[in-house]
């Protein structure tokens, strides 16, 4: 069972960049998509952005397409998540998981690590 493990969080001005990743203690095959998921105090994961292992086709959210960029690095078996101009409203705790379809909804992926915290001051 591959597990994630997610890190690279911080504090971090708005405005300012910060570099997640997601490590995976284990292969991950082309038909994997591994997402990035964050979770607001109190409400459900929400879909940040994925990235298909195989192809590489990426996909994000609305709110953080254009300042958001999620990449992988194969021989590492991790993927990372670019956040530049953050803004206060990006202040949560991040996860990544892994799913077999394309998916936007927390419950479709497994593989969860602890996540990471992100602050963003403003």
């Known amino acids: 069972q591959v597990e994630m493990a997610e890190s690279g969080g911080g504090l971090v001005q708005a405005g300012g960049s910060l570099r997640l990743s997601c490590a995976a203690n284990g292969r991950l095959y082309s038909s994997h998509i591994v997402g990035w998921f964050r979770q607001f105090p109190g409400k459900e994961r929400e879909f940040v952005a994925a990235?298909?292992?195989?192809?590489?086709?990426?996909y994000y959210s609305d709110s953080v397409k254009g300042r958001f960029t999620i990449s992988k690095v194969g021989a590492e078996n991790s993927v990372y998540l670019q956040m530049d101009n953050l803004e206060p409203e990006d202040t949560a705790v991040y996860y990544c998981?892994?799913?077999?379809?394309?998916?936007?909804?927390?419950?479709?992926?497994?593989?969860w690590g602890q996540g990471t915290s992100v602050t963003v001051s403003s």
């Open positions: 990235i298909r292992w195989g192809t590489t086709k990426t």
């Open positions: 998981g892994r799913t077999s379809s394309y998916s936007t909804w927390p419950r479709d992926y497994s593989s």
